[in-house]
């Protein structure tokens, strides 16, 4: 209860001070201090949103510049790494391609070393089939088997 009692005692005060501002200007001394007082209470109204707009506008603006001048140290930033990368790239793609290279020029070296090899076989083969022919022919079977039927 104490309080609507201490708004009760501020209703009150306020009543006393309309009565003696009635007995000192009469009734439109009255009129013209509420309708001060109301215009009062409006213009800081007024005054407090337009100071928090004014403060929100400079605000913003500050961090619009702040977040510009971020975005720049980034964007240097990153452009600065951009060239560190490409030249780790072309290291890397250089000693790739050093590598890929010998891999290439050692399968290039077994492939002509199978090829060899089985050129060897085939000469080898032809050879002993020829020996064995040539010994059944002179062993002298009745089927002769001609080696020059190429």
């Not at 510009?68 to 790239?89: P, R």
Request: hydrophobic share 40%; proline share 0%.
């Amino acid at each position: 209860m104490s309080f609507f009692q201490s708004n009760v005692d501020e209703i009150d005060k306020v009543y006393d001070k309309l009565e003696a501002i009635e007995k000192t200007f009469g009734f439109y001394g009255v009129v013209i201090t509420i309708v001060m007082g109301f215009l009062t209470i409006l213009a800081a109204i007024y005054v407090k949103n337009f100071i928090k707009n004014y403060t929100k506008s400079i605000f913003n603006q500050s961090l619009a510049k702040t977040q510009a001048n971020l975005l720049d140290k980034i964007g240097k930033k990153l452009i600065s790494q951009k060239g560190e990368i490409e030249k780790e790239i072309t290291g890397l793609k250089g000693e790739i391609d050093k590598e890929v290279s010998q891999i290439q020029s050692n399968l290039n070296l077994i492939f002509n070393q199978r090829n060899n090899f089985l050129n060897l076989k085939r000469e080898a083969l032809i050879d002993f089939y020829t020996k064995v022919l040539r010994w059944f022919n002179k062993s002298g079977h009745k089927n002769n088997i001609n080696l020059n039927s190429d």
